[in-house]
């Protein structure tokens, strides 16, 4: 009965835990119901992306068969997706005991878990599903939910409250955007499932189809925090509690980017010389003045997460600039680099949080001054996280710039190449701003402890980092099947 | 306060249980005209809540007191989603009615409709009511709602 | 041109109204002055979806065993149900935070708020 139902599955076991760890009276029982279902879920999607032999699997909601029911498809694509979300959220879940206790009011810490295991479930929900408006319900379960999650940083600054509000506004923004989109694509095909969507497009009226991927588009983007409509992203994760901060900034925008890829590949595949107009002329230069744009910030920065944040934004901007070149190697990079990407950020995170709950003040360039002795173990892991961003090798950050890299050179963008390893290069002069203040100037304050729980499981994803640097085939493995996945096998 | 008014007073304790009522009916004329989950729970929340903007936050309090409409949120939740599970468990797919009733797969329909609507309905009144609570009861230091403020 | 409007103008008060709930998002400082424009924004968007549905003589969407109707179509309404549910859920949390800035900043206009803003934003150097 597990066997056939996993797609479901999936999805099922963290919303409807999400309502049981709600009802709990204390933080720690919680909590451990909380790991418990991501552990559950994280081993769900193990075994569905591992049995099988690769072939798209649809699950039909209710007994309905598509395209009059609802679907969730478990092709390549989403099951790496699937496979990443889970694999950090038992990370994040991990770390989150010490800090959840430290950041946020008793009363309050089971409906946060609450509210954490809601956002995973909504983003596993996003990523499985094959129908346009389900993909809508899912985007705004899981925004909600983050919002909520942010806003519990008020405890701690309460600017987390303005930065929730314009989060809630501006992501809400967007997802209409996103359904006018679908409103479209409905009105001249009459159907809501993607493969469905993918068939009937090419023969229906042009315009209509042109406005709702326009539509759909640019709703998608600002929940992607793709530039210029990111700029709710550095005050949301900056003033998250730090727990949260970890959790959505490995997750929560790499699925908008999913969404973005099946939208522009899966739904409007048939009409490539729309989408090469869209993906040449609009994210491409969008992507190359992110990259640019949030490495640039993000040396100007003082605060480190707001500074974490920055970089997200010109991460992001590679990998939709991977998206937007179009062929199956770049589309295989840009998957790449969302697995990586994610690992490296969720560490980064965890590691400034990890800082800000021992110094009990907020990290910024001056407060972190010759940590690197005082806490060791954090720091350096710290430091294993900063290497892999700006891509050295044995680094999980280093396989990503080269399959990207190798891909733009494939496709004949030397200009781009360029652009992607100059601004690879900036990255180091940030990277190397807190390196400099951390290790090389001594130490004033008093004798810091450092505990195990929070800084194990920050090794964990650090080393991750460097397993996936070395031995790199599983993900390149699942990403070549998610880019084939995701264009049908036509590119 | 308006309880003082004879006219609100009367008029709030004639029409209290009409709004339920009319609330149920809806709730179970889904199948066959407009209605269902979230309707019928918005119009069963507004009987609650006129009786506690006439008479008053502590006799609301005392008639629906907040931890148990709390409670109602997550068991609405949980009776949709346990319909889905003993689908599974019948060996269907998830929420799949079909499976509920093995002999007459349109009856398996209907009664899987019927929870899943009751299961809205439930969360959705609960989900109003609290609403109402944190914000008509905001900043009253002597509410002991779910614990949420203060 | 004035036949395009007669015949579409009910798409025409879907694009007047998004229009006015983004304009209104936009340009008005007060915090729930914002939510009320995200509001009448989506009811646009409702009412696009449910003109949408609208089947030329056709009559509303409930079976009537007896008599042999054309129906509009019922699936945008469902979709809009689930849509509104999403608006209401957003609009109350919204409004929820706005009550918390307003405890924590003293003031719901959003000059105020980023004026209060500029000074230290932490309010107090939080337990460890």
């Not at chain 1, 505990?451 to 990403?479: E, M, Q, T």
């Not at chain 3, 206009?109 to 000074?119: F, G, H, M, P, S």
Request: charged content about 10%; aromatic content about 10%.
């Amino acid at each position: 009965m597990i066997m056939t139902n996993i797609p479901g599955l999936i999805v099922v076991v963290p919303l409807l835990s999400a309502v049981i760890v709600a009802l709990m009276p204390s933080g720690g029982v919680a909590w451990v119901l909380t790991l418990l279902a991501t552990i559950a879920t994280f081993a769900l999607t193990v075994i569905n992306a591992t049995t099988g032999d690769g072939a798209t699997v649809s699950y039909a909601l209710g007994g309905w068969p598509p395209p009059w029911g609802i679907e969730f498809i478990s092709d390549g694509a989403s099951r790496l997706m699937a496979l990443i979300i889970s694999f950090l959220s038992v990370a994040s879940t991990l770390y989150a005991n010490v800090l959840i206790k430290k950041e946020i009011h008793e009363k309050d810490q089971a409906r946060v878990y609450g509210a954490w295991l809601l956002t995973i479930g909504g983003l596993l929900g996003l990523v499985m599903t094959g129908d346009a408006f389900n993909l809508f319900v899912f985007l705004e379960i899981s925004s909600l939910a983050s919002v909520t999650l942010v806003a519990m940083g008020a405890g701690v600054d309460r600017r987390a409250l303005i930065a929730g509000y314009n989060y809630l506004v501006i992501g809400a923004i967007g997802a209409t955007f996103y359904v006018i989109g679908v409103g479209f694509c409905y009105a001249v095909t009459g159907t809501l499932n993607m493969a469905d969507l993918a068939v009937r497009l090419p023969g229906a009226t042009a315009a209509p189809v042109f406005v709702g991927l326009a539509f759909m588009v640019a709703g998608i983007m600002v929940k992607a925090a793709a530039f210029p409509v990111h700029m709710w992203l550095p005050a949301a994760y900056g003033y998250a509690p730090s727990a949260v901060s970890s959790l959505l900034a490995a997750i929560a925008t790499k699925a908008s980017i999913y969404v973005l890829a099946r939208v522009v590949f899966t739904i409007f595949g048939g009409l490539p010389d729309v989408t090469d107009l869209l993906l040449n002329w609009v994210i491409l230069p969008l992507s190359v003045m992110a990259m640019f744009a949030g490495t640039i910030l993000a040396i100007y920065e003082h605060d480190l997460k707001k500074l974490l944040a920055q970089s997200s934004i010109a991460q992001i901007g590679y990998i939709t600039l991977a998206f937007a070149i179009g062929t199956t190697s770049s589309i295989s990079a840009g998957f790449i680099h969302m697995a990586n990407h994610a690992m490296i950020k969720g560490g980064l995170f965890m590691a400034v949080g990890a800082l800000m709950v021992t110094i009990g003040k907020r990290v910024t360039m001056s407060s972190i001054e010759g940590l690197g002795r005082a806490m060791p173990w954090t720091c350096s892991a710290m430091l294993v996280c900063g290497l892999s961003l700006i891509g050295l090798p044995l680094t999980a950050g280093f396989i990503s710039k080269i399959y990207l890299v190798l891909a733009t050179l494939d496709a004949g963008m030397n200009v781009i190449t360029g652009l992607i390893l100059l601004s690879s290069a900036l990255s180091v002069l940030y990277l190397w701003k807190i390196v400099e203040v951390m290790w090389m100037r001594p130490y004033k304050g008093k004798a810091l402890a450092e505990n195990i729980l929070i800084y194990g499981p920050l090794w964990l994803v650090a080393i991750a980092n460097i397993v996936f640097g070395i031995y790199a085939k599983p993900i390149v493995d699942l990403a070549d099947a998610a880019a084939r996945a995701i264009t049908g096998g036509a590119l | 306060m308006m309880s003082s008014n004879p006219v609100f007073r009367v008029t709030t304790k004639i029409l209290f249980a009409p709004i339920i009522v009319y609330g149920l009916y809806v709730q179970f004329h889904g199948d066959f005209g407009p209605g269902g989950g979230f309707q019928a729970g918005v119009i069963i929340a507004a009987a609650f809540i006129l009786y506690g903007l006439v008479f008053g936050m502590v006799a609301l309090r005392k008639l629906a007191p907040p931890r148990i409409v709390a409670l109602f949120m997550a068991i609405g939740v949980m009776i949709y989603g346990g319909v889905g599970v003993v689908s599974l468990l019948n060996g269907g797919n998830y929420l799949d009615y079909n499976a509920l009733d093995h002999h007459d797969p349109a009856h398996g329909q209907h009664l899987g409709i019927l929870l899943v609507e009751l299961g809205v309905g439930v969360t959705v009144t609960s989900v109003m009511m609290v609403l109402f609570f944190a914000f008509a009861g905001y900043g009253d230091p002597k509410a002991e709602d779910d614990g949420g403020q203060g | 041109m004035l036949d395009l409007i007669a015949s579409h103008w009910n798409y025409l008060i879907v694009v007047v109204l998004m229009l006015i709930g983004l304009y209104i998002v936009m340009s008005r400082q007060n915090l729930v002055k914002k939510l009320v424009g995200l509001s009448i924004f989506q009811t646009a968007l409702f009412l696009f979806y449910i003109t949408l549905g609208r089947i030329d003589g056709g009559t509303a969407p409930i079976i009537n065993p007896d008599v042999d109707y054309v129906y509009s179509n019922p699936l945008p309404h469902v979709l809009i149900l689930t849509a509104i549910v999403v608006g209401v859920a957003t609009t109350a949390l919204g409004l929820a935070l706005t009550l918390r800035i307003n405890d924590a900043f003293g003031s719901i206009e959003e000059d105020e708020i980023l004026a209060a803003k500029a000074e230290d934003g932490l309010i107090e150097e939080k337990k460890s």
